[in-house]
């Protein structure tokens, strides 16, 4: 059974930073492809980053520059190091594994919230 468990998420002040992490377990991490998206009240899930199995990233236009996705193949773990907050930041971040065909899995979500 595949599980994705975020942590990381709290209230920071704006222009700090926090890091997600997502641990997956039940599956083959290395061979997936992660992403972090996030979901505001009353709004679409967007994407925040990507990385492939290759270590490849992309970024949602509205973070780049001031988010890094990495990954730890060996604690089969996913990062999100997120600086320069900012409220607009808020929301819940979700991680996603995916193997490019038959397997899409989502974590629960941790709450960012960015306020003063």
């Known amino acids: 059974q595949v599980q994705l468990v975020e942590s990381g998420g709290g209230l920071v002040q704006p222009g700090g930073s926090l890091r997600l992490s997502c641990v997956v377990s039940?599956?083959?991490?290395?061979?997936?492809?992660m992403g972090w998206y996030r979901q505001a009240p009353g709004k679409q899930r967007t994407l925040v980053a990507t990385i492939s199995s290759s270590g490849f990233t992309v970024y949602g236009a509205s973070v780049k520059g001031r988010f890094t996705i990495s990954r730890d193949n060996a604690k089969n773990t996913v990062y999100l190091q997120m600086n320069s907050l900012k409220p607009e930041d808020t929301a819940v971040y979700s991680c996603?594994?995916?193997?490019?065909?038959?397997?899409?899995?989502w974590g629960q979500g941790t709450q960012v919230t960015v306020s003063s």
């Open positions: 039940g599956i083959t991490f290395s061979i997936g492809a």
């Open positions: 996603k594994y995916t193997n490019g065909g038959t397997i899409d899995a």
